[in-house]
């Protein structure tokens, strides 16, 4: 019997060798669900939540604890994106939905958290415009992997008209900057006039460089002008465990039922021995 319970707990490592299952570990992220916000106490602009560098002459900075970006994109709460929408410098932005009248399915983000609205094709003159959004990692291990999960959707700005596309590159490196770093991309979204394409869960391995790098999300969109808008939720940095270490743990579980099972099967003899002697 023990001879068959090692081949198998054998067996396992090897799997675990050549492929690991998945295993949650620890969220890297500061602030994933992007609640940790200040909205700068500005006369003049009041309550905006807009986050990055466009803004009326640089009055309002709004803090988004973590991350960074010098872009064109929104911190949306969840009910406002196609209500009151979110204030930027151009009055409220507001997103294609049911409570502007387009019944095109719109939804806020599945966890119920807030989210970030990125116009996905912005170029202005000034250099201004669509940029990523940054945030810098410590204490990474250098050669091992690490998983990016998050959820993404694709909308269009109302008052405007025209069928778009978009998607999100994301790099993890030294600079964020997406070619230069390891970087991977979603498929395009194709949307149609004032559509919503729905939210999408999209995963990505990642393997470190540097004890330190930067994981960067980059919307881009197309055309230019007619707001693309692609929605980030809920980013997730994880550590992908050795196979090896994968592997011990399985033994080690195997190793502790075995032990368990011989304890159970002693036990009635124990008892039947004792009813014997009276």
Not at 180 to 194: L, R
Not at 196 to 206: A, D, R
Not at 249 to 273: A, E, K, Y
Request: charged share 10%; with cysteine; glycine share 12%.
């Amino acid at each position: 019997m023990m001879r068959k319970v090692l081949t198998w707990l054998a067996a396992l490592a090897v799997c675990a060798v050549v492929g690991a299952p998945a295993y949650a570990t620890a969220n890297l992220l500061v602030n994933s669900d992007f609640s940790d916000y200040t909205l700068k106490n500005d006369p003049d602009y009041m309550g905006a939540y807009i986050f990055g560098n466009l803004t009326p002459q640089g009055k309002v900075n709004n803090v988004l604890t973590g991350w960074n970006t010098t872009g064109y994109n929104f911190i949306m709460t969840p009910g406002v994106a196609n209500t009151t929408g979110s204030l930027g410098p151009y009055g409220a932005l507001t997103l294609y939905g049911p409570g502007n009248g387009s019944n095109n399915g719109y939804v806020d983000a599945p966890s119920g958290h807030n989210y970030i609205a990125a116009d996905a094709g912005l170029h202005n003159p000034d250099g201004t415009g669509t940029a990523p959004i940054t945030q810098i990692i410590n204490n990474l291990t250098i050669g091992s992997q690490y998983r990016v999960t998050f959820d993404w959707a694709s909308a269009q700005q109302t008052s405007f008209n025209s069928a778009t596309s978009e998607q999100w590159i994301v790099s993890f490196g030294d600079t964020g900057v997406a070619g230069v770093d390891e970087t991977y991309s979603t498929p395009f979204d194709n949307n149609v006039n004032h559509g919503f394409t729905g939210w999408h869960t999209t995963t990505f391995l990642f393997t470190a460089t540097g004890t330190t790098q930067t994981l960067a999300f980059l919307a881009n969109g197309t055309p230019e002008g007619q707001p693309p808008f692609s929605l980030l939720a809920d980013p997730t940095l994880q550590a992908v465990p050795e196979p090896a270490t994968w592997a011990m743990m399985l033994i080690g579980f195997g190793t502790m039922g075995v032990m368990m099972r011989g304890r159970r099967n002693q036990l009635p003899g124990r008892r039947n021995s004792r009813l014997q002697a009276i």
